[in-house]
């Protein structure tokens, strides 16, 4: 099992910066292949933001790309998403996300508002 916390929500504004956190902890933390960022705005598709493999390897939206940095601290369980240059369109709910070799798990969200 696997649980995940996001935390680093917040209202930032146009151009502003923010840090999101997703502590991952349970039984199999270390069966964990690959991390990841996902979001959703209120009338659109979740999609994937960015994500890391356990080999760290990071792949990166196409509207995120220059921007967005996904990162890991393997000592504190820990993977990060520092977002720069915000934009209006960035809002929506972020989630954290694990995947193992079969199972996935999901974070509860952490709110993210871009306004001036």
């Known amino acids: 099992q696997v649980q995940l916390v996001e935390s680093g929500g917040g209202l930032v504004q146009p151009g502003g910066s923010l840090r999101l956190s997703c502590a991952a902890s349970?039984?199999?933390?270390?069966?964990?292949?690959?991390m990841g960022w996902y979001r959703q705005a209120p009338v659109k598709q979740r999609e994937l933001v960015a994500a890391i493999t356990s080999g760290g390897n990071t792949t990166y939206a196409d509207s995120v790309k220059g921007r967005f940095a996904i990162s890991r601290d393997n000592a504190k369980n820990t993977m990060y998403l520092q977002m720069t240059s915000l934009k209006t369109e960035d809002t929506a709910v972020y989630y954290c996300h694990a995947k193992r070799v079969v199972l996935a798990y999901w974070g509860k969200g952490t709110l993210v508002t871009v306004s001036s």
């Open positions: 349970g039984s199999s933390i270390f069966s964990i292949v690959r």
